[in-house]
């Protein structure tokens, strides 16, 4: 007999199929509406929006959770900006749907055409930031999926506000308000059932941390999306322009370190390293920077009077989320090459040199969603490649990789044309 709650999930996971159906049959212009619906609520009822996101706020203080962990659950004028740009960013995209991805005409006269068509129904599952909302439920809309969205209990009541003016967008333009879905129930055995409802939901895609998405991943019976950890690499080459490899250290460590794609690991060819770590290591420690170094590392860290602590093993392989790094010296390009993939997670990785032949033999060798040049991993977002909002960065292969956009929430289908042709 089913329980109260596996009937209360069953019919929500219902709900949105159905939604789908209707959802998928909108013109472009129709779904822009309601985006934009959605865009003026959020800067009607920001005061709203921010005054629930203190709740959370001063909750998560009371329960001691980490600065970093605050920083992402945190929501202020600025980012209410954000979700706001973020929106209309995605109102600008061309439409997803209804692309001619091939057509040929068969030897038998049968016109063939390969088109996109939504997922159908997502689940996010995610935790602490509130913008992730909004974010997904607009790709979600623009790309013609309904979306069950299950987001952390430290940020329910910053979610429960969002998911409200998104609904209010929806029954204002007379859309299938089961579009959009936000589990409220906290039990943790919700996500348990969600995750066996495979006869109404596509596709799962979690956002958070290691725990979660490897958790989701081994008891979910729905195709996952993961999001893994990103612990991030730059390796610094002895044919590098030791000012701009400073500057793209920091950027990649400091900017924002609560975020999946800021570089958790520093590689240095031990050629430039006595020249190069001295001052990068009294920025980082000025910045607050916690430093773990290998052997190499604190020698010289010892020679200019820096005080770093000894790397351990685990060191090189932790997504610390936080202004800590890891510092590894490495002899050469090879080797670099060779820590990173053993330590990668296939996130975001960088290399900085001058010299165009390593980049290439570095670039053609890691393996990862995305790998830089001269720059810093922090690009690897969907707002700077110029998707618009991401429902976040894949470490997988199949069936997105890198910033999940409004392309990466389609599949196809194929539509044959025929007038009366018969299989011998």
């Known amino acids: 007999m089913q329980s109260k709650l596996q009937k209360e999930i069953e019919k929500l996971a219902k709900q949105a199929r159905d939604a789908s159906y209707k959802l998928a049959t909108l013109s472009i212009e129709q779904r822009n509406k309601v985006l934009s619906e959605i865009a003026l609520l959020l800067d009607k009822n920001r005061s709203q929006i921010l005054e629930e996101n203190k709740k959370d706020i001063e909750a998560a203080k009371k329960n001691k959770l980490s600065a970093a962990f605050i920083d992402r659950l945190t929501l ?14 995605i109102i600008a995209l061309d439409d997803p749907l209804n692309r001619i991805l091939e057509e040929r005409t068969l030897k038998n006269a049968l016109l063939l055409k390969k088109v996109s068509v939504p997922l159908g129904v997502i689940l996010m599952i995610y935790e602490s930031r509130p913008n992730v909302t909004i974010d997904a439920a607009s790709l979600a809309l623009k790309s013609g999926n309904s979306i069950i969205l299950r987001g952390g209990s430290d940020a329910l009541n910053s979610n429960k506000i969002l998911a409200g003016i ?32 495979e006869k109404y939901i596509d596709v799962v895609i979690p956002r958070g941390g290691y725990g979660l998405i490897k958790a989701i991943a081994e008891h ?15 390796y610094v080459d002895d044919e ?28 240095v060819n031990e050629k430039i390293a006595g020249k190069f770590l001295p001052t990068l290591l009294k920025r980082y420690q000025d ?39 890891a510092v590894k010296v490495v002899d050469s390009l090879q080797e670099a090459i060779d820590f990173i993939n053993a330590h990668s997670t296939k996130h ?15 670039m053609d060798n890691i393996d990862a969603s995305a790998v830089f040049a001269n720059t810093s991993t922090r690009f690897n977002d969907g707002f700077e490649f110029g998707l618009g909002a991401e429902i976040g960065i894949s470490t997988d292969k199949l069936h997105a990789r890198g910033p999940v956009g409004l392309k990466e929430l389609t599949t196809y289908k194929y539509l044959v044309f025929g007038n009366g042709q018969l299989r011998a």
């Not at 019976?221 to 991030?232: A, F």
Request: aromatic share 4%; hydrophobic share 35%; net charge negative.
């Open 220 to 234: 979910s019976k729905i195709p996952v999306i993961k999001h893994y950890q990103g612990i991030c690499h730059t």
């Open 166 to 197: 998104i609904t209010a967008a929806l029954e204002k333009l007379r859309i299938h308000k089961n579009t959009v879905q936000l589990v409220t129930n906290p039990d943790r055995e919700a996500v348990n059932i969600l995750l066996e409802q």
């Open 348 to 362: 975001s990785e960088a290399i900085i040199s001058k010299n165009q032949k390593k980049i290439k033999e570095f």
């Open 240 to 267: 590098a322009d030791l000012a701009l490899a400073e500057k793209v250290c920091l950027n990649a460590k400091c900017q924002r370190p609560g975020t999946c794609n800021a570089m958790e690991c520093l590689v």
């Open 76 to 89: 202020t004028d600025n980012y209410v900006d954000s979700m706001i740009s973020g929106v209309k960013q």
């Open 287 to 325: 910045e607050g920077v916690k430093i773990f170094g290998d052997e190499k590392t604190l020698e010289i860290a010892e020679k200019h009077s820096l005080e770093i602590e000894r790397a351990r093993e685990e060191h090189y392989d932790t997504e610390f989320l936080d202004l800590i790094i």
